[in-house]
């Protein structure tokens, strides 16, 4: 075993932004606790007992539509790796307390237009723009920790807010926020945050400008408060969002000054919450880290390697035995305290299936039986397999056919199916696209049969008929 330290705030940290070098003596800084792209990747190095306190949390992250990333970024690194379990409130009254998942909405009782009430739709004017919007989120506060819905964690996800260059108002409020919460004896923890990167506005069509650099500003002052606020907690969106996997950060200029902007990967496809997939992965991964920070965890850690890993499948099943079939692994670590319990999925023969990272298993379109393998990730090597038969899967060869009275054509995309031997008998219809994936199974009399075929590609299909011991396979041309 060997101690591991992770990036905390010790020394000194230096930022470099337009040519321009700001030094923070981390020494005088406190005891911060700051989630930007320096910790993304050491989510999977929780040790288990912070894990399971996070399990315990309610996170809310009070937001428009940006704030939908972070949601959709716990989701999907649950989907990458189970342990980071997560049920996401989308209305209506939250989960109540558990210990089998995180819990996170963005939702709030009452805003600044409500006095009580669940609500999901929470901005600016509700965080800090009035003494109203300031009392009812206090209100909101007492009435969750005073009903059974204590909130482990709450911050603001700002939007684009476009005419907030000042963060006075905001920083103001997050610390009333921080202080009511303490003065009460409230668990919850009120978290500062940066703003989005991304947007025509922001970049100026990719060219930079003066409103994104003016953005840049607001995020900067954001963080020189919380390091000269001992205690504070930062999750530094912005960060997380202009740094890629590669510690590179993204930029654009203004009048001669750079400033950050949202690297092309995080920004994807902008299909959630303004961002791309893989942003809002980065997101979740610095969320889970910042929360068990917040646990207690002190970012120190005792390195104890995987020592064996056991493969097997959700229902026992070892075998595939349908086209393009799935079968979802999975992979238990020992011990159970390991460090780093998280596995790479690999197969034997690519050709025969592929794998995701989550452990499902599909099939191609070949019968063999494939070796699916789980190899640890914490660099000890160890390795588990688990041998998956498929079967049925090259359909046009393994499957004996007879030449029966059916016959089988399509016109005006209306397939039609006639059989005299299998009158008045159910079969199965399948239909496959030319590389064999099934699109359709259904329950069919073909003694007299139409298909609208109207929803597929003009292309070749097999049309497959089967009941007990007989079969019968066309192949026909849908136009």
């Known amino acids: 075993m060997r101690n591991i330290i992770a990036k905390t705030l010790t020394g000194a940290a230096i930022l470099f932004f337009g040519g321009m070098a700001s030094t923070l003596d981390a020494q005088s800084m406190g005891d911060q606790i700051i989630a930007d792209h320096t910790v993304v990747e050491w989510y999977d190095q929780i040790p288990r007992e912070y894990m399971d306190a996070v399990k315990e949390m309610w996170l809310v992250v009070a937001g428009e539509s940006h704030a939908e990333a972070y949601r959709s970024g ?23 307390f558990t210990d089998a998942h995180l819990r996170s909405s963005t939702g709030t009782w009452g805003d600044l237009e409500h006095a009580s009430g669940w609500i999901y739709d929470y901005g600016r004017e509700d965080w800090f723009t009035s003494r ?18 204590a909130i482990a964690a709450m911050g603001y996800g700002w ?25 009460n004896n409230y668990p919850t923890k009120v978290f500062y945050s940066t703003g989005p990167v991304d947007g025509d506005s922001y970049t100026n069509r990719g060219a930079g400008g003066a409103y994104g650099y003016n953005i840049f500003q607001r995020n900067q002052r954001i963080r020189a408060h919380v390091a000269a606020t001992p205690g504070a907690l930062l999750f530094d969106y912005a960060d997380i969002l202009t740094h890629d996997a590669n510690g590179e950060q993204s930029t654009l200029s203004y009048n001669g000054l750079a400033y950050e902007v949202i690297t092309p990967t995080n920004l994807g496809n902008g299909s959630t919450g303004h961002i791309g997939p893989e942003g809002a992965l980065r997101l979740a991964k610095a969320m889970w880290w910042m929360l068990a920070r917040m646990a207690g965890w002190d970012g120190v850690f005792v390195e104890t390697p995987v020592t064996r890993i056991e493969v097997s499948t959700q229902t026992d099943a070892a075998s595939i035995d349908t086209p393009n079939g799935t079968l979802q692994l999975q992979a238990e670590v020992f011990p159970e305290n390991a460090s780093i319990r998280s596995v790479n999925w690999f197969v034997d023969d690519p050709e025969m299936a592929s794998i995701d990272p989550s452990g499902v298993l599909t099939t191609k379109k070949k019968n063999a039986t494939v070796t699916v393998m789980a190899k640890a990730k914490d660099g000890s090597g160890i390795t588990g397999t688990m041998d998956i038969l498929l079967s049925n899967q090259d359909f046009a060869t393994s499957v004996p056919t007879q030449k029966l009275e059916t016959k089988i054509f399509s016109h005006n995309k209306i397939l039609h199916i006639r059989s005299e031997e299998l009158e008045g008998q159910q079969c199965t219809l399948k239909i496959f696209d030319i590389s064999g994936r099934m699109l359709e199974q259904e329950q069919i009399n073909p003694s007299s049969y139409t298909y609208d075929a109207g929803h597929l590609n003009n292309g070749i299909y097999l049309i497959h008929l089967s009941r007990q011991n007989w079969n019968s396979i066309h192949k026909i041309i849908v136009r």
């Not at 109203?132 to 819905?149: E, F």
């Not at 939007?159 to 003065?183: G, K, S, V, W």
């Open 74 to 96: 716990l989701e999907a690194l649950e989907a990458l790796d189970p342990a980071f379990s997560v049920n996401i409130t989308e209305s209506g009254t939250p989960e109540a």
């Open 159 to 183: 939007c684009y807010d476009p005419t907030i260059y000042d963060p006075t108002q905001y920083l103001n409020a997050t610390a009333e926020y921080i202080a009511f919460c303490a003065a």
């Open 132 to 149: 109203q919007a300031i009392d009812r989120t206090k209100a909101g506060i007492t009435y969750c920790n005073t009903n059974n819905l």
